[in-house]
């Protein structure tokens, strides 16, 4: 069964650098075809994807946040991690992070998703 | 900051069939398939249609999607209640070398 769960504080302030990790299970991110996506969803408003890491450690990145993120992947604890620097209380979302299997049938679309984790931005 | 255009809403009566319009450009829709999401209050979207128009197990033959050209549908015949809810659409873009989502539609089930 696969799963996945996101962990991260609740509030940042101004300024300050989000660390967000996702733990999985029920793959290895060394599996060819395998890659995790990052998304985060303002309260009320759309998805907006942000990173991707794949099997390989390539990384993608959204063209518009890509000068504040870096995502990482921790092959040896099933974790994948999204640093994002220099926040504002325009990043306060629910930040979720996804599978993707680029060899299954579901190819490029987000087929197992974590249930999501709340963070907001204030001082 | 949506790169995939959406109608903000979409409506019917149970029963009806209901379609969601998808507007994307060649570096995306055009080149690339397209994914649809659907996303229950409070809870993470899910997976809907991949490849422009399979069904992933355990989704109801209700749900159907198409594409031409550079936009795409989501049809659901014979709405339901449980039906009312968020979608999306998603696609790779190659210009951005990135996912895009769509800015979302509500459905209502009058």
């Known amino acids: 069964q696969v799963t996945l769960r996101e962990f991260g504080p609740a509030l940042v302030k101004p300024t300050e650098t989000l660390t967000l990790t996702c733990t999985f299970s029920?793959?290895?991110?060394?599996?060819?075809?395998?890659?995790v996506s990052w998304i985060r969803q303002p309260p009320g408003k759309a998805l907006e994807w942000l990173a991707l890491?794949?099997?390989?450690?390539?990384?993608f990145y959204a063209t518009s946040l890509k000068t504040r993120l870096i995502i990482s992947k921790d092959i040896s604890k099933n974790q994948v991690v999204l640093t994002m620097t220099n926040m504002d209380p325009m990043d306060t979302a629910t930040y979720y992070c996804?599978?993707?299997?680029?060899?299954?049938?579901?190819?490029?679309?987000?087929?197992?998703w974590g249930q999501g984790t709340t963070v907001t931005v204030s001082s | 900051q949506s790169v995939l255009t959406q109608p903000p809403s979409a409506s019917g009566t149970p029963g009806q069939r209901v379609t969601i319009s998808c507007s994307g450009s060649s570096s995306n829709i055009g080149i690339n398939f397209v994914y649809w999401y659907q996303q229950l209050p409070g809870a993470a979207p899910r997976l809907l249609i991949s490849?422009?128009?399979l069904r992933p197990s355990g989704v109801p033959d209700r749900f159907s999607g198409s594409k031409s050209g550079t936009s795409a549908s989501l049809a659901i015949s014979g709405l339901r209640s449980e039906d009312e809810t968020d979608y999306y659409c998603a696609a790779w873009d190659d210009s951005l070398r990135g996912y895009v989502f769509g800015t979302g539609t509500k459905v209502t089930v009058l």
């Open positions: 490849k422009d128009n």
């Open positions: 996804a599978r993707m299997d680029q060899f299954a049938p579901s190819y490029y679309g987000l087929d197992v």
């Open positions: 890491i794949d099997w390989d450690d390539d990384k």
């Open positions: 029920g793959f290895a991110l060394t599996t060819s075809g395998l890659c």
